[in-house]
């Protein structure tokens, strides 16, 4: 019995020991030599200090606690990176450790399926199954050609709406609902072959419907719950961003699931106006491999796209045609670089985008200082590492300020100023930039975003003289808002080239 008692439980009670010791041993370490953080208040932390522009203030505060700190929202801890090379250190050392999502995002739990879609989804099988279909089935280059005929038809009635009174003289237009109707349209064709935006769409009920749930989605994008970062609030109630929430996630999921069952009947009634959509291609495989293509699935991928790929796009190109009106001898350069290359004879194509590389400089050069994901999307720590030389323990999010990496002089000459020429040499500077994320979680849109940024921009170039409506410049100050949109929409002038008559008429 003792010989029994010896040969299991001393291995037991070693292998405990050892256990114990070095889960001390990893608190301890992940108590000590933490990021600097500044001064905190008791209970809410440092969530005073989150106003709007948080990717401004977090610049300041770097100014003085350095390129790793961190901070707590309530019980949140936070650690926020603002330099390249410890950004660099984090997807590349620390990309699993990091891959994680944290959830604290309303939209996530109540839109996004409880935090099941790819955008929110923890690092792990059910991740990777997303990344996969989206790289085969929605970003690959061959899926996206599939649907370049989509974006050219939308292309083309931008041109026609900003022609309507620019043929003779210059006409003042709205730039920032244009592009967000172009986007919206895009991924709606795409996905179900539904355009909700454009002449006659205004009345009908099902544009309407969608119109006001995309607002709605767009407004709670970056809500959150007080409570879960001060637990205490639970006590008082409270709860009302989270009603608001619920109530959108069901009305959203309502009418994702509409699209779906419509194209479910439309393949009953051989309706073939649907064949050739997104839904349609996912249903076909749904009927092979059911538990990879289940409809939850389905419309995580859709609300994804539609949430994650039009303000962020459209939002871009508002960017670009801003300081392009600000800078006039650039937009004559872009302009003379397409009339080069193509002439005034035919309009633009996406392959032609590529083989403009001073349009492609503008793009970058935007993209550093406006980029439309300032602190990229948080990311959450599944275990203890070091950032930047510090401890950062588990269950942390960790916040990229790109916005700050894109200005800081140690790595750019002149960082404020607009100067699409430093990306003149390719390589070297292109590598400094993380609009879309680096590593696993990386954006996967990159590829669409690149062609309808390119060849709607290219083309409103090729086809329209463009200026400012007053001898003011653009107010380019940022407004609030997940996806950084500028402070004021952006209104300008234009007035349609001869082109114009050749192509469109
Ligand atoms: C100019 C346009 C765009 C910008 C600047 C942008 C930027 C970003 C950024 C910064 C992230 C987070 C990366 C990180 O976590 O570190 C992201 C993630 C994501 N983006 Fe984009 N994006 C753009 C367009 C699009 C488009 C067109 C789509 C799809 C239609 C899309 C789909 C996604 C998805 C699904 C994720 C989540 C990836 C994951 O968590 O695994 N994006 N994007």
């Given at each position: 019995m003792d010989d029994l008692f010896f040969c299991t439980s001393l291995p037991l009670i070693f292998i405990l020991l050892i256990t114990i010791k070095s889960l001390f041993r990893s608190k301890q370490h992940s108590r000590t030599n933490l990021p600097p953080s500044p001064p905190s208040l008791p209970i809410i932390g440092h969530l005073h200090l989150l106003k709007p522009l948080a990717h401004r203030t977090f610049h300041h505060l770097s100014q003085k606690y350095g390129p790793v700190f961190s901070l707590w929202f309530g019980a949140h801890r936070v650690v926020v990176v603002s330099s390249s090379s410890i950004a660099e250190e984090c997807f590349t050392k620390n990309d699993v450790v990091l891959a994680n999502r944290p959830r604290f995002m309303l939209a996530g739990k109540h839109m996004g399926y409880n935090y099941?879609?790819?955008?929110?989804?923890?690092?792990?099988?059910?991740?990777?199954?997303?990344?996969?279909?989206?790289a085969t089935d929605i970003y690959s280059p061959t899926r996206l050609n599939m649907f370049s005929s989509i974006r050219k038809d939308e292309v083309k009635q931008l041109l026609f709406r900003l022609s309507h009174n620019s043929r003779e003289d210059f006409a003042k237009v709205d730039l920032r609902s244009?592009?967000?109707?172009?986007?919206?349209?895009?991924?709606?064709?795409?996905?179900?072959?539904?355009?909700?935006?454009?002449?006659?769409?205004?009345?009908?009920?099902?544009?309407?419907?969608?119109?006001?749930?995309m607002s709605e989605g767009l407004s709670y994008g970056g809500a959150t719950n007080p409570s879960d970062f001060v637990?205490?609030?639970?006590?008082?109630?409270?709860?009302?961003?989270?009603?608001?929430?619920?109530?959108?996630?069901?009305?959203?999921?309502?009418?994702?699931?509409?699209?779906?069952?419509?194209?479910?009947?439309?393949?009953?009634?051989?309706?073939?106006?649907?064949?050739?959509?997104?839904?349609?291609?996912?249903?076909?495989?749904?009927?092979s491999q059911p538990e990879y293509y289940t409809d939850?699935?389905?419309?995580?991928?859709?609300?994804?796209?539609?949430?994650?790929?039009?303000?962020?796009?459209?939002?871009?190109?508002?960017?670009?045609?801003?300081n392009l009106l600000n800078h006039p001898e650039v937009l004559k350069r872009a302009r003379a670089e397409l009339d080069a290359e193509f002439g005034q004879e035919r309009l633009i194509d996406e392959p032609d985008v590529f083989k403009l590389p001073y349009l492609q400089s503008i793009i970058s050069e935007t993209l550093r200082l406006y980029p439309t994901?300032?602190?990229?999307?948080?990311?959450?720590?599944?275990?203890?590492?070091?950032?930047?030389?510090?401890?950062?323990?588990?269950d942390t999010t960790v916040m990229i300020n790109a916005w700050a990496i894109h200005r800081d002089p140690k790595l750019w000459?002149?960082?404020?100023?607009?100067?699409?020429?430093?990306?003149?040499?390719?390589?070297?500077?292109?590598?400094?930039?993380?609009?879309?994320?680096q590593g696993r979680r990386a954006c996967p849109g990159i590829g669409m975003a690149q062609r309808v940024v390119g060849l709607t921009?290219?083309?409103?170039?090729?086809?329209?003289?463009?200026?400012?409506?007053?001898?003011?410049?653009?107010?380019?100050?940022?407004?609030?808002g997940l996806t950084m949109p500028k402070a004021v929409p952006l209104e300008a002038m234009c007035k349609a080239r001869p082109i114009v008559n050749k192509v469109l008429f």
């Open positions: 099941t879609t790819v955008v929110e989804s923890p690092y792990g099988d059910h991740w990777r199954n997303l990344r996969r279909i989206g244009m592009f967000s109707e172009l986007t919206f349209n895009i991924i709606m064709t795409m996905v179900a072959g539904k355009r909700y935006y454009g002449d006659g769409m205004s009345d009908k009920e099902e544009s309407k419907q969608f119109r006001d749930l637990p205490i609030l639970k006590w008082f109630g409270g709860g009302g961003a989270e009603k608001k929430v619920m109530d959108l996630g069901k009305r959203m999921d309502a009418f994702l699931q509409g699209l779906i069952d419509e194209q479910n009947l439309s393949k009953t009634t051989s309706d073939r106006s649907t064949a050739n959509t997104l839904i349609h291609h996912l249903l076909s495989l749904q009927e939850q699935i389905i419309k995580g991928l859709i609300l994804v796209m539609l949430l994650g790929g039009t303000d962020s796009s459209s939002l871009t190109m508002e960017w670009v045609m801003s994901g300032p602190l990229l999307v948080p990311h959450y720590s599944s275990d203890d590492c070091t950032i930047g030389g510090f401890n950062v323990p588990r000459d002149d960082p404020e100023s607009f100067k699409p020429e430093r990306f003149a040499k390719g390589g070297e500077e292109l590598y400094k930039l993380m609009p879309f994320g921009l290219g083309s409103l170039i090729q086809c329209f003289e463009w200026e400012r409506i007053s001898e003011m410049k653009v107010d380019m100050s940022e407004g609030k």
